[in-house]
């Protein structure tokens, strides 16, 4: 089950809003097929690991275990129901870390393989297996995304001097921010940091997908110049005006109440299943007052700023789960020290 994790966590920032899965085949304590869930609309991890076993050793998959981190699907949608599958080929003991809580699935692709007299097993490193899959989860059970919090803060404890730009992270962190830009559906900053900082919100220094925008400017008082508005990449300015879309710009009008759960809720409808606030600090305290939060990351840098924009502060519910070094950039990691699903 563990390999199962290791696979599935390939598909990470390629398969959203499907959840990462993995899949391995076993006969006698040796594995002859494997795969993943590699790109959303593709094949699912257990099609990739049954076309995985070779030619010599298809004879023994009538006789095997099939391992999946995740319950396999029982219904049509942009590929054909993996339980069919694994019925089909007729593999006999299937074993499952969690069952998918989605309405489509929810243990119908277990019902569906025992009815078929397949020996089904789950609940194995549930933990582990539902931590992997937290956004999908979170989308799924809370209609939200599941968001992360980042930011840099001085060696004092500074956000940024204030109303000006202030760069803080060292070259290696900014190309790790940008990785974690291409693992999530949609990144946000504060009206704030878009003004002052003018940022482009892609994936220029690692290769992969640019995230979906997220703006909240309230009056529609942003500058049209700025680089959000530029049509490079999907933008969504949520608002208290004005509907309308064009091109890769949305305009979205929000409810003068609650604005933020409404935001939330609006997202998840879109099938953005993740997000990653990077400032500033009134946005970044907004997700923090409301406890609309699921991971919090800070760059700790050695720079000193004396005075200037303070940093949130980390709340009571912060559990650091880990912590690494970049040159003198210290990196920390934080959870929820109680999940909210």
């Given amino acids: 089950m563990q390999r199962c994790f290791q696979l599935a966590l390939k598909g990470q920032g390629r398969v959203s ?44 998959i009538a006789s095997s275990t099939l391992y999946v981190s995740l319950e396999p699907c029982s219904h049509f949608g942009k590929t054909p129901p993996c339980a069919d599958l694994i019925i089909r080929h007729g593999i006999p003991r299937v074993v499952i870390s969690v069952t998918d809580p989605s309405e489509k699935v929810a243990g ?9 007299g397949i020996e089904v097993t789950t ?34 404890g500074y956000l940024s001097a204030k109303g000006k730009q202030s760069k803080l992270s060292n070259a290696y962190s900014d190309r ?20 002052i900082d003018d940022p482009q919100l892609n994936c220029r220094l690692f290769p992969g997908k640019d995230p979906l925008r997220v703006i909240y400017d309230r009056d529609l008082s942003l500058p049209a110049t700025l680089h959000l508005f530029d049509h490079r990449q999907s933008t969504i300015v949520y608002n208290l005006k004005d509907d309308r879309t064009e091109d890769k710009l949305i305009h979205h009008r929000l409810e ?21 606030v990077e400032g500033g600090a009134s946005w970044l305290n907004e997700f923090l007052i409301h406890d609309l939060w699921d991971e ?23 559990q650091l789960t880990d912590t690494i070094t970049l040159m003198n ?13």
């Fill in 296 to 318: 919090i990351r800070v760059i700790q840098t050695p720079v000193m700023l004396n005075d200037g924009v303070l940093a949130p502060a980390l709340p009571n519910q912060a």
């Fill in 17 to 60: 809003p499907n959840p990462m899965v993995g899949a391995v085949l076993v006969h006698e304590h040796r594995i002859i097929g494997e795969g993943f869930h590699q790109q959303y609309g593709e094949s699912h991890a257990e099609v990739n690991c049954l076309a995985s076993v070779a030619e010599t050793d298809k004879q023994w």
């Fill in 256 to 276: 003068a109440q609650n604005t933020l759960p409404q935001l939330l809720r609006d997202l998840a409808a879109r099938n953005i299943s993740s997000m990653l």
């Fill in 176 to 195: 790790l921010v940008h990785q974690w830009r291409h693992e999530e559906d949609a990144i946000s900053v504060g009206y704030r940091t878009a003004m």
């Fill in 108 to 116: 119908k692709g277990i019902l569906r393989l025992r009815d078929a």
């Fill in 123 to 156: 609940g194995i490193l549930e933990r582990e297996g539902r931590q992997i899959n937290q956004r999908f989860f979170t989308h799924t059970l809370l209609q939200r995304p599941y968001v992360i919090l980042k930011w840099a803060q001085s060696e004092d």
């Fill in 329 to 341: 950039d210290q990196i920390s990691f934080y959870r929820r020290a109680e999940t909210v699903l």
